[in-house]
T-cell receptor, first 112, second 116 residues
């Protein structure tokens, strides 16, 4: 079945540094979404990418969708302590409407 | 807007009992809601898709007789864990899709179930 792989699983970052988390799907996706889950909280929608090669920015966050619509990345610049949490990518399945296939998530720890 | 609530937020029950979890879209109508399960330090796993006015569709490996889903209205879906066992202890999260595109889902705060 369709799988979404996400790496790295853990990311320890010094405050002020940049980091990237990557997502790869075994099949072409309708779109890809990114969520952030703070410790003890629930996933919060960050962004959705639909078009091949699409790039979107939200302040210090840059999201990319690959040309083949199979991979995506989230790059965070100048990491802050508020960036702590787990970032999930979720691919919208092409076979059944609305079903999100979540990646394993990247748990981000920021060291002051 | 687009707020989803879940009740209860936390429940502890004895093995063999049934537990009902409610998911409500507070300020929008949700024809479709989704139920996920998240084990500690793991990702969200889709359990089932709840459609208003029709039977839920379950993902492979999810027992429909154990996890009963009812979507009685456009703002409410319920998940009942029947005859709960310790291995059912988990974080259960619902999401509601707004509009017809299902592109953006709004997640509830989750329900932490502990079965003793």
């Amino acid at each position: 079945g369709q799988q979404v792989m996400q790496i790295p699983q853990y990311q320890h970052v010094q405050e002020g540094e940049d980091f990237t988390t990557y997502c790869n799907s075994s099949t072409t996706l309708s779109n890809i979404q990114w969520y952030k889950q703070r410790p003890g909280g629930h996933p919060v929608f960050l962004i959705q990418l639909v078009k091949s090669g699409e790039v979107k920015k939200q302040k210090r966050l840059t999201f990319q969708f690959g040309e083949a619509k199979k991979n995506s990345s989230l790059h965070i610049t100048a990491t802050q302590t508020t960036d702590v949490g787990t970032y999930f990518c979720a691919g919208l399945r092409t076979d059944s409407w609305g079903k999100l296939q979540f990646g394993a998530g990247t748990q981000v720890v920021v060291t002051p | 807007g687009a707020v989803v609530s879940q009740h209860p937020s936390r429940v502890i029950c004895k093995s063999g009992t049934s537990v009902k979890i409610e998911c409500r879209s507070l300020d929008f109508q949700a024809t479709t809601m989704f139920w996920y399960r998240q084990f500690p330090k793991q990702s969200l796993m889709l359990m089932a898709t709840s459609n208003e006015g029709s039977k839920a569709t379950y993902e492979q490996g999810v027992e429909k007789d154990k996890f009963l889903i009812n979507h009685a209205s456009l703002t409410l879906s319920t998940l009942t864990v029947t005859s709960a066992h310790p291995e059912d202890s988990s974080f259960y999260i619902c999401s509601a899709a707004r509009g017809s595109s299902y592109n953006e889902q709004f997640f509830g705060p989750g329900t932490r179930l502990t079965v003793l």
